[in-house]
């Protein structure tokens, strides 16, 4: 029995003949999906879907509606691009009408944040059964007695099907692809992609206008409790592990990727995970693993035997953004509100492709603001002929592309909750050591050398050892830490070859930095500001 709201589409101005599907649970919505064509199941009972030429977020395909709502409050840039009110309004006029062209609609009724005090009610409609399955998924569920009366306060539409007109819609030239925001509406249209990620970050990029103001900080972050009740939490870019090292048998889970942060909690925005699939093995990665063995799960564009359904996570040949969506109850002992304490750790997660960063460093709240404005990490090489060294990329906060207003809100609400709070700051790299990413024979920081310096970081034991100041960044690194080569710990000493290439590797990454900052130095304090210039 489908449970509809008593505010149906008609209340929105909607109007279609479809056969609308509401609130459908998870086995409906799988059998709408295989009975469409959607995708299809592989041998254990994860839902195969592929996504097409859009693999990844279209972030050059984003805009947010310029008017008199948001000209004072959002950061303008190259982020955030702006669309004229017109532009939407003619969108908007051809996004209804192809609703009410379609024979048949998928509508699920779902809650952003799942601290009830925080949380904004959100409607999504899709054409296609995976896509709200997919949302259904990584939002969070009311209960089926709230959904009779459930009033969205955002609404998302969502139709891959939908070819944008750039002259007419306002998007980028060339392109039919769009993802247009309204915060005056409270409507946001997604059309010409089939990439499911763009609805969870719209809800993302909504709660991070939404929640400032408040006096919560939203953040793009992992976050679990340990045994002892202490929150930590993991800010980081995709690849850097956040997802990964959040998912510790030994910790209750509170979510994988968005969060907020209020005067009582560390509340998770969502209902489930979205998971990197890509090179996936049950030894490094068990409990994420053990997911895409479950009925319920989406995996995107993992490739799968057509004739065993067995599935290959080390085949990049339909994306090398791989995804799977799963409950966050997949994963063993999760928290049961998916909410828990405010945090006493805080965790930068990095993949440094330079070889320059040590595994892990304490951080002083100046340090952690400046490295959280920075938002570093680094791409491989070797994407592109000719390309032969790592790429520095900077995310402000750690999710620029979700962060509508400016940097320095985000930033000074980060402060000032460290301060409060007393919270410990580390900077973890999950990337290369030894030597560029490119250099022969040069491989990862061990995974497990990771887990157990974060664990010594949680549980306080690394507080107690000798550290030395990096000469480079000037942050706090531990000298020796029991069971761990020291070699690793200080990277000038890992480095196979020269050391002056060590040196000069280095110097060109502080350079970036300091390049990168400038932009914030009139928003920061002049401690802030400092940071590495004090380092150097």
């Not at 050059?60 to 190259?78: H, L, N, P």
Request: net charge negative.
């Amino acid at each position: 029995m489908q449970a509809k709201s008593s505010f149906g589409l008609s209340e929105q101005g909607i109007t279609t003949s479809a056969d609308v599907q509401w609130n459908l649970l998870t086995a409906p919505l799988v059998e709408e999906a295989l009975r469409n064509g959607e995708g299809k199941l592989a041998k254990e009972g994860p839902l195969v879907v592929a996504t097409g030429k859009h693999t990844g977020r279209s972030a050059k395909d984003k805009f947010i509606v310029r008017d008199a709502t948001t000209e004072e409050t959002i950061g303008w840039g190259d982020v955030n691009i702006g669309m004229t009110p017109e532009h939407f309004a003619a969108l908007k006029a051809d996004f209804y009408a192809a609703l009410g062209e379609k024979k048949k609609l998928y509508v699920a009724d779902l809650y952003g944040g799942s601290q009830p005090e925080h949380r904004v009610n959100v409607r999504v409609i899709n054409e296609l059964a995976w896509h709200n399955l997919f949302i259904r998924t990584l939002l969070v569920r009311p209960e089926a007695s709230e959904l009779a009366g459930f009033t969205p306060e955002y609404t998302i539409i969502d139709l891959p099907s939908f070819k944008a007109d750039p002259a007419r819609h306002g998007g980028r030239a060339g392109s039919d692809t769009i993802i247009a925001v309204n915060f005056t509406e409270k409507l946001i249209l997604i059309g010409g992609t089939a990439y499911a990620g763009e609805m969870k970050k719209s809800v993302f990029s909504i709660l991070n206008y939404l929640l400032p103001p408040k006096g919560i900080m939203p953040m793009h972050c992992s976050a679990n409790i340990g045994p002892n009740g202490d929150t930590a939490v993991f800010f980081g870019l995709s690849g850097t592990g956040k997802t990964t090292l959040s998912a510790d048998a030994s910790r209750t889970l509170i979510g994988d990727d968005e969060h907020g942060w209020s005067d009582t909690a560390v509340f998770n925005f969502e209902g489930g995970c979205y998971a990197k699939m890509i090179n996936l093995s049950a030894e490094a990665e068990p409990e994420i693993f053990a997911t895409s063995k479950r009925f319920g799960t989406v995996l995107e564009n993992v490739v799968m035997d057509p004739e065993t359904r067995e599935l290959d996570f080390n085949d990049n040949s339909l994306a090398e953004n791989s995804r799977g969506s799963y409950p966050l109850d997949f994963i063993p002992n999760t928290s049961e509100k998916n909410l828990g304490p405010v945090p006493k750790n805080i965790i930068f997660l990095t993949a440094d492709a330079y070889g320059v960063l040590p595994p892990i460093s304490r951080l002083s709240p100046d340090q952690a603001m400046y490295h959280f404005l920075s938002g570093y990490t680094a791409r491989v090489a070797g994407t592109e002929i000719g390309v032969t060294e790592p790429t520095a990329t900077f995310s402000t906060c750690f999710g620029a592309p979700f962060m509508p207003r400016p940097p320095s809100v985000y930033g000074n609400l980060l402060k000032e909750r460290i301060a409060k709070g007393g919270v410990k700051c580390w900077l973890v790299n999950t990337g290369w050591t030894g030597g560029k990413a490119t250099d022969p024979g040069i491989k990862r920081m061990p995974i497990k050398v990771t887990r157990a310096l974060l664990n010594a970081a949680l549980d306080g034991s690394l507080n107690d050892v000798e550290f030395r100041i990096d000469p480079n960044f000037g942050f706090e690194v531990p000298v020796a830490v029991a069971g761990i080569d020291s070699n690793l710990l200080d990277p000038r000493a890992a480095w196979q070859g020269d050391k002056a290439g060590y040196d000069e590797t280095a110097a060109k990454l502080v350079r970036q930095f300091v390049e990168n900052f400038a932009q914030f130095e009139n928003d920061v304090d002049a401690s802030v500001r400092e940071v590495m210039t004090v380092a150097a």
